[in-house]
């Protein structure tokens, strides 16, 4: 044990992370070789056996990582409730789809048929899609019915392994690869050490926002890393079947938790954020909160319920309650503002000239780039010290743009008033 903790710290010495991150990304790309033998030996088995190589499989790699219980820090820490936050993502949604199968199927949506238990599943089968290897440690998510199926072999047949996922899972994993080569190089640029420094407050205000968008979006990478690193092996043990396309061929979509070229082509944060980043929760609070949440009669209080469940399921630090709060009031203010401008038929003229859409298209990148930072800083260092510290210095100019949108709201409507009716 002394010589593999020495051997795991000189190593996360020489790529600049700690231990317990190292463990973590080692026992995702275990995930891997898991998976081979998944496909060489264990598929076509009895479902006793295979529930019983995916609690094997998913408890080791636990005890790899954690061994003991100990409680956080004022850090983003890598402990036993990491894991436990995914399971209680995973546990809730099984519950919510046993109470649904308890409903006639008249009441369902057809969301909810294609997942819902009209039998609670055995004790084997609970532990089995628990510990599932590829997604037990950080996600992804899916549903007890598509564990069910995947054992049952409903994919493929119950002896077939499948071999068109073999290049999906590849690309997956050589992406995955290069994002972290991204981060490493990002890192070393625009570092925690940098932003809480001297120097970074010394900078003039134009640099110290535009530094803050960067390590922001450099941030990102990170986890963009590690989904990219669990959806490949999801994609090779098979679980990421996703159906097949118009021409028959297979889809391997199912466990993707990013979309690449939208995340990095991002114009806002209603949508193209959203709808790029962390596809897998978002698609989970959706079915399983914000739509059960209808009963409030208002969009924005589901929405607002969806984010504080969300920063109660994170966990007590102020951070996660100051980033979905920031999250709110940008997504009601991009959404406000663009029914604003696509009532007014000058405006919309004007964006059809190459030129202006060029110029739209750099403006709203720009302006993606560097409202990341405040929006991602609360999350990621957590402590209330820290990102009111790191505000303080860039004056909070992403509290003043959403947040004071209530403000000058009326002047926009004023500058920019509704198309009128032909007939007028």
Same mark, same amino acid.
């Given at each position: 044990?002394?010589?593999?903790?020495?051997? *795991?710290?000189?190593?996360?010495?020489?790529?600049?992370?700690?231990?317990?991150?190292?463990?973590?990304?080692?026992?995702?790309?275990?995930?891997?070789?898991?998976?081979?033998?998944?496909?060489?030996?264990?598929?076509?088995?009895?479902?006793?056996?295979?529930?019983?190589?995916?609690?094997?499989?998913?408890?080791?790699?636990?005890?790899?990582?954690?061994?003991?219980?100990?409680?956080?820090?004022?850090?983003?820490?890598? &402990?036993?409730?990491?894991?436990?936050?995914?399971?209680?993502?995973?546990?809730?949604?099984?519950?919510?789809?046993?109470?649904?199968?308890?409903?006639?199927?008249?009441?369902?949506?057809?969301?909810?048929?294609?997942?819902?238990?009209?039998?609670?599943?055995?004790?084997?089968?609970?532990?089995?899609?628990?510990?599932? =290897?590829?997604?037990?440690?950080?996600?992804?998510?899916? =549903?007890?019915?598509?564990?069910?199926?995947?054992?049952?072999?409903?994919?493929?047949?119950?002896?077939?392994?499948?071999?068109?996922?073999?290049?999906?899972?590849?690309?997956?994993?050589?992406?995955?690869?290069?994002?972290?080569?991204?981060?490493?190089?990002?890192?070393?640029?625009?570092?925690?050490?940098?932003?809480?420094?001297?120097?970074?407050?010394?900078?003039?205000?134009?640099?110290?926002?535009?530094?803050?968008?960067?390590?922001?979006?450099? &941030?990102?990478?990170?986890?963009?890393?590690?989904?990219?690193?669990?959806?490949?092996?999801?994609?090779?043990?098979?679980?990421?079947?996703?159906?097949?396309?118009?021409?028959?061929?297979?889809?391997?979509?199912?466990?993707?938790?990013?979309?690449?070229?939208?995340?990095?082509?991002?114009?806002?944060?209603?949508?193209?954020?959203?709808?790029?980043?962390?596809?897998?929760?978002?698609?989970?609070?959706?079915?399983?909160?914000?739509?059960?949440?209808?009963?409030?009669?208002?969009?924005?209080?589901?929405?607002?319920?969806?984010?504080?469940?969300?920063?109660?399921?994170?966990?007590?630090?102020?951070?996660?309650?100051?980033?979905?709060?920031?999250?709110?009031?940008?997504?009601?203010?991009?959404?406000?503002?663009?029914?604003?401008?696509?009532?007014?038929?000058?405006?919309?003229?004007?964006?059809?000239?190459?030129?202006?859409?060029?110029?739209?298209?750099?403006?709203?990148?720009?302006?993606?780039?560097?409202?990341?930072?405040?929006?991602?800083?609360?999350?990621?260092?957590?402590?209330?010290?820290?990102?009111?510290?790191?505000?303080?210095?860039?004056?909070?100019?992403?509290?003043?743009?959403?947040?004071?949108?209530?403000?000058?709201?009326?002047?926009?409507?004023?500058? *920019?008033? =509704?198309?009128?009716?032909?007939?007028?």
């Amino acid at each position: 044990m002394d010589v593999e903790k020495s051997l *795991l710290g000189s190593l996360a010495n020489a790529v600049g992370i700690g231990e317990p991150a190292l463990k973590l990304l080692l026992s995702i790309l275990f995930g891997y070789p898991i998976a081979i033998v998944y496909r060489t030996v264990i598929v076509g088995k009895p479902p006793a056996i295979q529930h019983a190589y995916m609690i094997a499989c998913g408890l080791l790699l636990g005890f790899y990582n954690f061994g003991y219980c100990y409680t956080s820090t004022d850090s983003y820490d890598i &402990v036993w409730t990491m894991p436990h936050c995914i399971l209680t993502l995973r546990l809730t949604g099984l519950a919510f789809d046993l109470y649904d199968g308890s409903l006639p199927e008249d009441k369902l949506s057809n969301d909810q048929k294609k997942v819902v238990l009209r039998e609670v599943p055995s004790l084997l089968e609970m532990a089995g899609y628990t510990y599932f =290897p590829t997604s037990f440690l950080v996600g992804p998510q899916f =549903p007890m019915k598509k564990y069910q199926d995947f054992i049952g072999g409903k994919f493929h047949g119950a002896n077939v392994v499948p071999s068109d996922n073999l290049e999906p899972a590849i690309r997956r994993l050589m992406l995955g690869l290069f994002y972290a080569g991204l981060h490493t190089v990002g890192a070393s640029y625009y570092s925690d050490d940098y932003l809480f420094g001297d120097e970074y407050a010394a900078m003039p205000l134009w640099k110290r926002i535009w530094d803050l968008g960067m390590w922001g979006h450099f &941030v990102l990478y990170k986890y963009i890393t590690i989904w990219l690193f669990c959806e490949g092996s999801c994609i090779l043990i098979g679980i990421a079947y996703n159906g097949k396309n118009e021409k028959g061929e297979s889809k391997w979509d199912g466990s993707a938790n990013v979309k690449l070229l939208l995340f990095e082509t991002a114009q806002n944060f209603n949508s193209d954020y959203i709808s790029a980043f962390n596809i897998n929760t978002n698609y989970w609070m959706l079915q399983y909160i914000y739509k059960r949440l209808k009963f409030l009669g208002n969009k924005y209080y589901s929405q607002l319920g969806v984010l504080v469940y969300l920063a109660l399921w994170h966990g007590l630090h102020s951070g996660y309650y100051m980033c979905f709060f920031m999250e709110f009031i940008s997504v009601m203010m991009e959404k406000e503002l663009e029914v604003i401008l696509k009532r007014n038929e000058f405006f919309l003229e004007r964006l059809q000239d190459p030129v202006a859409s060029k110029i739209k298209w750099v403006v709203l990148k720009l302006y993606t780039l560097i409202f990341m930072g405040p929006c991602i800083l609360p999350l990621a260092v957590l402590k209330f010290d820290k990102w009111w510290l790191i505000y303080s210095r860039t004056y909070f100019y992403a509290h003043l743009f959403w947040g004071g949108w209530i403000l000058y709201k009326p002047l926009v409507k004023k500058l *920019l008033p =509704p198309r009128r009716d032909k007939r007028e």
